[in-house]
């Protein structure tokens, strides 16, 4: 059977597709960084190309996405795309990130580009700030300090459930009536960190609160988790995006590909209250 290659198959979004995907009986082929026998899994280093060819034989249609920590995502995208085109990929769906399209000659927008020249059938999906980044980026200060501290102002981010994306995901690669379109992905509705953290303080009964700090602040706590320095500037810039105000339109993307209504952060927040107590 024809092959689904999952680049990030291991990973918040990309585990989920795979779920789904096998669940509904397709064939799937997870791209990791680790050395792996495991059926149905391949080695893949994204950063020197070494596993890249194998991993595309017999493989159909793919989903692209470049793993947090990496700035520049161009180097990431753009052999994976080249390969998709040698291969002759019937479908590509490249995840990249809200407002990317008016970043002209970013690293993710150029590796849009790449893949809108490259003749292979695809989709384009961008999401929102992701609702599990409370728990995978921001929970450590939630659980020990009852505290988001981040240099977001009262911006708003319409936060997106990251299921939504793979579920969102999963569905374009098997359905090609959708083909050449490029959608934004958000939640339901925007909402400050000062609403988030009353919503997370509200599921747990933890005072949880939102401190709104400088970005010198907030850098060396992201270099003393280990975020490389080129990563750390390059989130600094995205967050302060939030505070400038660009994050918070809402679509209705999500509804219109799956047919029902994106989840909201009250419902992820109750059903993730255990990781931060
Ligand atoms: N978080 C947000 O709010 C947000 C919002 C918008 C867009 N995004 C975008 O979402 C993407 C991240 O998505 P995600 O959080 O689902 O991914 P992720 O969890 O950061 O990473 C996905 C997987 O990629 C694999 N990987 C890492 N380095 C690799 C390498 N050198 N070679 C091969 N595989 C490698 C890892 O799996 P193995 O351990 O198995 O190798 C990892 O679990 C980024 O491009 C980010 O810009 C994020």
Redesign the pocket.
Known sequence: MAQILI??G?????SEIVKTLKAEGHSVRV????PTTEAGKMH????TGDGLDAAFEGVERAFF?????YAD?YAILAPLIAKAKEAKLKKVVL?T??GVEGAEGSPMRRAELDLIASGIPYNIIR????SQ?FVNFWGYGIKTANTIALPVGDGKAAFID?RDISAVAAKLLTDDSRNGQEYTLTGPQALTHTEVAKIIADATGKPVTFKDISPDELRPVLVGAGIPADYVELLLVLLSYIKAGYTGAVTNSVEEILGRKPRDFRSYAKEAADSWK
């Open positions: 680049v990030g291991s990973g918040t979004v990309g791209a990791t960084s680790k893949v280093n994204l950063l996405l470049s793993p947090g920590g995502q995840m990130a809200l999401p929102s700030w992701f980044n990251s």
